[in-house]
């Protein structure tokens, strides 16, 4: 019977070790994003975003998140969340013009939604006109819909 506090007590302890304050939930996930750890990294930056949600690393882990979720994770629809919340909440982080346009994307070429792309893409060229991805955005929607081999072949001639 002495067995049982003292596993309590043993697991409580490992518990209280993990990262307790917003710096320290933020940095674990940094780390585990660096040691490709990808899935603690998605755990730890949602527990900041629920947790500490008046931080001022929200945009940054929205923008982090983006990326796993779409990049590691291959769940696009989630990576469109992150981005999403991005630019609605932070529309003046730097990041925000990057998720704006992944946004757009991601709908265009991974999930093939040619409405939410272009709408999206407008989006991203009316709040945006100064980004470096202008150029990107215009070609993405000037060829919304037609097979990548065919905009290969015209970008060759």
Request: some cysteine.
């Amino acid at each position: 019977m002495k067995l049982i506090p003292f596993l309590l007590l043993l697991s409580l302890g490992f518990m209280s070790c993990g990262p307790r304050t917003e710096a320290e939930v933020y940095e674990a996930a940094l780390g585990a994003q660096r040691m490709e750890h990808y899935d603690e990294a998605v755990e730890l930056f949602e527990r900041l975003l629920v947790e500490f949600p008046r931080s001022e690393k929200l945009p940054d882990a929205f923008y982090t998140l983006g990326v796993l979720y779409q990049d590691r994770v291959k769940d696009f629809p989630r990576a469109i969340a992150m981005y999403s919340k991005l630019y609605e909440t932070y529309p003046d982080h730097p990041a925000a013009a990057n998720g704006l346009f992944m946004t757009a994307f991601l709908q265009h070429n991974e999930l093939k939604n040619l409405d939410a792309a272009k709408s999206a893409y407008q989006l991203f060229l009316e709040r945006y006109p100064e980004s470096p991805l202008v150029e990107s955005a215009r070609f993405e929607l000037a060829n919304l819909g037609k097979d990548p081999a065919d905009m290969l072949s015209t970008l060759e001639k």
